[in-house]
């Protein structure tokens, strides 16, 4: 069992909501931060896993990558301003027609976003489980997210977060016809073997992993193997 380095998703970084949003509070999204900080973690963006991949170059130990899921207006203010403290980067993958709902990021914070250097993805148009949706949908969902993205940020889409972790080999094949250089999925997808640039596995971080053991395992890029150890197929 490989090295890989780990991906870590998060969706809300808030005060809890009682609603079924994976949540992170932000005391322990600092103590997360700051542990990867006195550990002299490296946090690289999407994109330098991505070209650390395709050129086959090897991962420096104790380098992570950081990725938001929805778009939650907490990503803004909340999230943002601690990543910024510790200079780390990380990618938020929005669903374009969730932007300026309540409880959503708008546009104007995403711009801001985007101008500080973070990357804005795409979670699809309507936030859709991609498995499901019929064929001749697939292009709005992954095609036009983009371009709606990237004409309110004026930044390129570059990558994609499928929603639930949700994709089949032909999504996958309208994913590298967009344009997009790489697609995040959950943990479950993929069963070992090659590394797959569009089905990029994440690490799901929780509230217990404030607890520095958690974490770590998480953190180690050997956190497969932990699973397997936990939860024998
Ligand atoms: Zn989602």
């Given at each position: 069992m490989g090295y890989h380095v780990p991906i870590l998703g998060y969706h809300r970084v808030g005060p809890f909501k009682g609603d079924h949003v994976p949540t992170v509070s932000p005391d322990a999204?600092?103590?997360?931060?700051?542990?990867?900080?006195?550990?002299?973690?490296?946090?690289?963006?999407?994109?330098?896993?991505?070209?650390?991949?395709?050129?086959?170059?090897?991962?420096?130990?104790?380098?992570?990558?950081?990725?938001?899921?929805?778009g939650y207006e907490e990503t803004c203010t909340v999230a943002w301003p601690l990543l910024k403290r510790f200079g780390f980067p990380a990618t938020v993958f929005v669903t374009p027609t969730e932007v300026g709902l309540p409880g959503f990021a708008t546009w104007d914070q995403l711009i801001q976003l985007a101008s500080d250097g973070f990357a804005i993805g795409s979670h699809t148009m309507h936030h859709s489980y991609l498995p499901l949706v019929p064929e001749d949908r697939l292009l709005e969902e992954l095609l036009q997210s983009k371009r709606?993205?990237?004409?309110?940020?004026?930044?390129?889409?570059?990558f994609l977060s499928y929603p639930v972790g949700g994709f089949t080999s032909q999504t996958q094949?309208?994913?590298?016809?967009?344009?997009?250089?790489?697609?995040?999925?959950?943990?479950?997808?993929?069963?070992?073997?090659?590394?797959?640039?569009?089905?990029?596995r994440r690490?799901?971080?929780?509230?217990?992993d404030a607890n520095p053991v958690c974490f770590f395992a998480k953190v180690s890029g050997y956190y497969d193997l932990f699973r397997r150890l936990k939860e024998p197929s």
């Amino acid at each position: 069992m490989g090295y890989h380095v780990p991906i870590l998703g998060y969706h809300r970084v808030g005060p809890f909501k009682g609603d079924h949003v994976p949540t992170v509070s932000p005391d322990a999204f600092g103590r997360q931060l700051a542990f990867l900080a006195r550990h002299r973690y490296r946090v690289l963006t999407l994109e330098e896993v991505v070209q650390r991949l395709e050129q086959r170059a090897p991962f420096p130990r104790r380098s992570v990558a950081m990725t938001f899921d929805d778009g939650y207006e907490e990503t803004c203010t909340v999230a943002w301003p601690l990543l910024k403290r510790f200079g780390f980067p990380a990618t938020v993958f929005v669903t374009p027609t969730e932007v300026g709902l309540p409880g959503f990021a708008t546009w104007d914070q995403l711009i801001q976003l985007a101008s500080d250097g973070f990357a804005i993805g795409s979670h699809t148009m309507h936030h859709s489980y991609l498995p499901l949706v019929p064929e001749d949908r697939l292009l709005e969902e992954l095609l036009q997210s983009k371009r709606v993205i990237e004409e309110r940020t004026g930044q390129a889409v570059r990558f994609l977060s499928y929603p639930v972790g949700g994709f089949t080999s032909q999504t996958q094949a309208i994913v590298k016809r967009a344009g997009y250089l790489a697609a995040c999925t959950t943990n479950r997808a993929l069963a070992g073997g090659a590394i797959d640039r569009y089905a990029l596995r994440r690490v799901k971080v929780t509230e217990r992993d404030a607890n520095p053991v958690c974490f770590f395992a998480k953190v180690s890029g050997y956190y497969d193997l932990f699973r397997r150890l936990k939860e024998p197929s």
